[in-house]
Structures are given as C-alpha cells and as structure tokens.
C-alpha cells in the first residue's frame, strides 16, 4: 500500500514554523510553501500540512493537532541514520533506550519529533529487500511514508472496515493496537490515549487527515461519534 499524498492539519502558524525542520533538518524537497501550507516530497510521499482556523481547535478544546508517522529507509542502514538524525534532533526515549527493536516485526526503528510536535519514525524492516551497499543519504533513502496512526475509539471495529475495503490486518489483531495493510504502508490503529512508543509520553489523539493510496483512491480519515470514518473517492 504505497501512501502518494498525505494531507495533515497543523497549529495555526504551522507550516512557517515547519518549513526550517524538513528543508533544513530533514533536507527534504520542499514543493509549496505558503503561510497556510507546506508541501515536502519524502521520497514516494508528498505530505502537505494545512495550517487550521480557530474554529476547528475550538471544537477540540483549543488541543493542537499532532500526528505519527513513520518513513521507511533501507533495512541495513538504522545505525548510520541514528546517527545522522540525533546529530539534529532529539530521539525519543524509552527508558535508556533510544532503538525500539521489535521481533514480532523483524524491525528496528528510532523516533523524534518535528517542529510542532509531530512524531516521526525512521523504521527499517529487515524483511524487506530494500539494503543498500554504500553510505546512508538521506536525500535517497528515506523511501517514503510506510505508517500513518490512526486513533480510534474502535481499534477492531475500523479494522473490519478497512478488510471490508481490501486492506487487511498487518500480522494480527489486536484492540490495542492494530494496523492494517503491509510493510510498503500501514495504518496503525489505536484507542485514543494510548502513549506512543518513544514520545516521552504523548498520548494518541484523533485527528482527521487525507491520503491518496496508489491503485485504491482518496481516504479521507476522522474520528466520528460511534467510531472511525473512512471515505473513499
């Protein structure tokens, strides 16, 4: 499932703030900046953030949109892109540990925040035939964006919803944690309030987006009353 466009809402006065850590930090292409949205390319993935009105975070209680994301790089080279990204930034912590490995996936992974607070992920999957024989670049090997979370009042309940759309569980069901499609593109889905692995602490919370799937069409994602949304164009 290869995410092509991402399109996420960011704090008013976001994408100014924004435009220094991708162009700068991250050294990713930036394709539009205005003071309402910024357009980077991260590899196979053009995410847009929206700057919100007043209005909308309003209806939250004033709370600030953040998202998680992840971006696949080549599953040989987590050592040298550790390196390369906490020259730059903070990594999120668990204890003493700054790599989360995980068995059950064959992957190993390092996180950190961006300029308004939403949390990325740099994630190699050592089952996927994607190593490289030279040097990590981060111009060429941040692939693209492999995982979007996704809270949900009902993790299970969405995850029928998306198998009802052709996009399956990724390796197993789970209420607390749950995603859906492959290793190319995930939707992790969570209940809300769920702490994210390596945020120092930040719960997941629902906030709507859009992406475009190659092959499959526009989702428009949003929390409603009984449960997720999902509208397909």
Do not use: Q
């Amino acid at each position: 499932m290869i995410m092509e466009t991402i399109e996420l809402l960011t704090p008013a006065g976001g994408p100014g703030r924004l435009l220094p850590f991708y162009r700068d930090v991250l050294g990713v292409p930036v394709l539009e900046f205005t003071e309402r949205r910024l357009t980077v390319g991260i590899g196979y993935t053009v995410i847009t953030f929206v700057s919100e009105g007043a209005e909308s975070s309003e209806g939250r209680g004033g709370k600030a949109p953040y998202y998680h994301f992840a971006m696949n790089i080549p599953e040989n080279k987590l050592d040298e892109a550790k390196r390369w990204i906490e020259a730059r930034v903070e990594l999120g912590m668990e204890g003493d540990r700054d790599i989360s490995h995980s068995e059950l996936w064959n992957s190993d992974a390092v996180y950190f925040m961006d300029s308004v607070g939403n949390i990325l992920e740099l994630i190699a999957r050592h089952t996927m035939n994607n190593g490289v024989d030279r040097p990590f670049d981060p111009s060429i090997d941040l692939l693209g964006v492999s995982e979007m979370g996704l809270p949900t009042k009902d993790v299970l309940g969405a995850a029928d919803v998306f198998e009802s759309l052709g996009i399956p569980t990724y390796i197993r069901r789970d209420p607390m944690f749950n995603p859906v499609g492959d290793e190319e593109g995930l939707f992790i889905l969570v209940p809300p309030g769920k702490i994210w692995a390596f945020s120092n602490g930040l719960t997941a919370e629902c906030f709507p987006f859009t992406v475009s799937v190659k092959d499959f069409g526009l989702l428009t994602l949003e929390e409603g009353p009984d449960g997720l949304v999902v509208t397909r164009r």
